[in-house]
């Protein structure tokens, strides 16, 4: 109970006492008046004769604010036999203010200020209820975004969001609605359904104008799908997810363009995520095996290493070849978990590779670009490399993205490797990023020429020059030459008698075969009798080139 003859300030609070708790009652009435000030509700007690016996700092507060910002609640109490007029306030201001910010927080993005996911679908819906007629639903991607957050970082991303946040709104037809749903993903909402793809396109053409944020000229583009009501869906779930749908078939072709769902690209979405439910089966029961791919000395014609290559038996028994899965599982994150079987496979395979190959054969394992940036995964890849007690006859292949992400690749994973005595190759060189002049700033063991360069190199003067070129190059940096692709034996003949080049991968030499179909001889070399292969089975290598190796 309040003294209400109390002016002076409460003393401290005591310590606790043995119980936990605050003992006496001084204590405990200095503690309930401690509440008493910190009510956000004023009260203000009074005598039968209006003199004011107790009031917080809210009632202060209230005796200076506009009546139409108060709500004020009377009512007579009786406090030891003496009655009193207990009066209650309420700002209603600063409970407007609250409510207000709650509104925000609910309905609208924090960094762009656009309308959130919530608030979109609640103007769908509303538009559905109301029978206001058709409209389009797009959904916009940023290109790259993740390669733009990861080169500048998340503040010059975060800036870039917001401008094109403001681009996109002041672009929009009147009555349409932009919101920011995660990410680099917006919703447009788009009242008029006439030429829906040329005003699409015409915004995406304003967002490839350039972009400036903390002293950086950026350069964006976004993807976009589109859905249209009630054509294809009469909810708002089923709207967003055709428009993602259409969204991504933009992102597997051209980039920065729109498209129109239609039923096909639904099929194409539930084939991908059956997909994925059996990939990721697959890697749960581990249905992945190995195949190995000869490197060859193309004068001696003896095995000098191989190339361990993915292949996956679905559930039917059928062998996938990688294209058909590893783009996917890259994506979704999964590809680590298969990089692990690869590597526990070959290790348990050592025994039969140095019997079928020699003891000095070198042996290639294939790392994605996204997993080559990743420190924590490629660490532990380095860890494994070495527990195997042979690191340094593993190569790990990367392709030319790896090298020239801004990553910590050349700082932290390379010398990661060559400390447990690994080796690192260029793979598909020549139809990424690369260039002669960044090829000299690279500090890889191996080249490997893409295939594309070696294909029908005989009558190909061009190719000829730039393999050339390629050539003295890596002979200057010292690092080793592969030939992919090799097929035929007048490209062999080629490489012999106009090139140093003394290694070369390919169809003319072997296909990628398990252990158990290569011969059990010591070492494995190729005479001229190979030169028939490509003849025997030419279909099948253009077949392995457009779908994966």
């Known amino acids: ?72 609640t009377r009512e007579a109490v009786t406090i030891r036999g003496d009655a009193y007029l207990l009066t209650t306030t309420v700002d209603l201001a600063a409970q407007r203010k609250v409510e207000a910010e709650l509104f925000r927080r609910a309905y609208y993005d924090e ?62 037809p009147a009555g349409s609605l932009v919101g920011r749903i995660g990410g680099d993903e917006f919703v447009l909402l788009l009242r008029e359904t006439d030429d829906v793809l040329v005003a699409v396109e015409a915004l995406l053409a304003r967002l490839k104008a350039p972009l400036f944020a903390e002293g950086h000229e950026i350069f964006a583009s976004a993807s976009v799908g589109v859905s249209l009501y009630p054509e294809h869906g009469r909810d708002y779930e089923t709207l967003r997810r055709n428009a993602d749908i259409a969204m991504y078939r933009v992102k597997s072709g051209r980039k920065g363009a729109a498209a129109l769902f ?19 089966l697959a890697i749960r029961d581990r249905r992945f095996l190995c195949a190995y791919q000869p490197k060859v000395d193309i004068y001696t014609h003896r095995t000098v290493g191989l190339e361990v290559l993915l292949r996956w038996r679905d559930e039917a028994g059928f062998i996938q070849p990688p294209g058909e899965f590893i783009g996917l599982a890259v994506e979704l994150g999964m590809i680590n978990d298969i990089s692990r079987m690869v590597l526990d496979e070959t290790v348990a395979a050592l025994g039969d590779i140095d019997a079928a190959f020699g003891c000095g054969t070198s042996i290639s394992v294939n790392v994605a ?27 790990v292949e990367l392709t030319e993205e790896a090298f020239f992400a801004k990553s910590e690749l050349q700082s932290t994973v390379l010398p990661l490797l060559r400390g447990i005595g690994t080796k690192v190759s260029i793979d598909d060189f020549g139809v990424g990023y690369s260039s002669l002049s960044a090829l000299a700033d690279l500090t890889a063991d191996e080249v490997k020429i ?3 360069f070696v294909t029908d190199i005989h009558r190909r003067p061009r190719s000829q020059s730039i393999l050339k070129a390629i ?30 080049i003394r290694h070369a991968q390919g169809y003319y030499f072997s296909r990628p075969l398990a252990l158990d179909q290569f011969t059990s001889s010591r070492t494995i070399s190729y005479g001229s009798s190979r030169a028939a292969a490509p003849a025997r089975m030419g279909a099948e290598a253009r077949t392995s080139r457009t779908r994966g190796r």
Do not use: W
């Open 1 to 72: 109970m309040i003294d209400a003859t109390m002016t002076e300030p409460p003393p401290p609070p005591p310590a606790p006492d043995d119980r936990g708790g605050v003992g006496g009652d001084a204590a405990r009435l200095a503690l309930l008046d401690g509440l008493f000030q910190a009510l956000p509700v004023g009260l203000d007690l009074r005598d039968p004769h209006g003199v004011a016996v107790l009031r917080n700092p809210a009632a202060e507060a209230a005796a200076a604010a506009a009546p139409e910002d108060l709500r004020a």
């Open 111 to 172: 960094l762009t200020g656009l309308p959130n996911r919530s608030h979109l679908q609640h103007a769908v819906e509303e538009l559905m209820e109301r029978g206001s007629g058709p409209f389009a639903l797009a959904f916009v991607d940023v290109d790259g975004f993740k390669q733009i957050n990861d080169y500048y970082g998340h503040a010059v991303g975060d800036a870039i969001l917001v401008k094109l946040a403001r681009r996109i709104a002041a672009e929009l």
């Open 262 to 280: 239609d039923e096909d690209m639904r099929m194409v979405a539930q084939s991908r995520m059956e997909t994925e439910q059996r990939l990721r």
């Open 369 to 395: 670009a996204k997993q080559a940036g990743d420190i924590g995964f490629m660490t532990d890849f380095a860890a494994d490399l070495r527990a195997t007690g042979c690191p340094e006859r593993f190569m």
């Open 450 to 452: 893409d295939r594309s």
């Open 471 to 500: 050539e003295s190059l890596g002979q200057a940096l010292d690092m080793t030459i592969i030939a992919e692709g090799l097929e035929s034996f007048e490209e062999l003949t080629y490489l012999t008698a106009a090139t140093t």
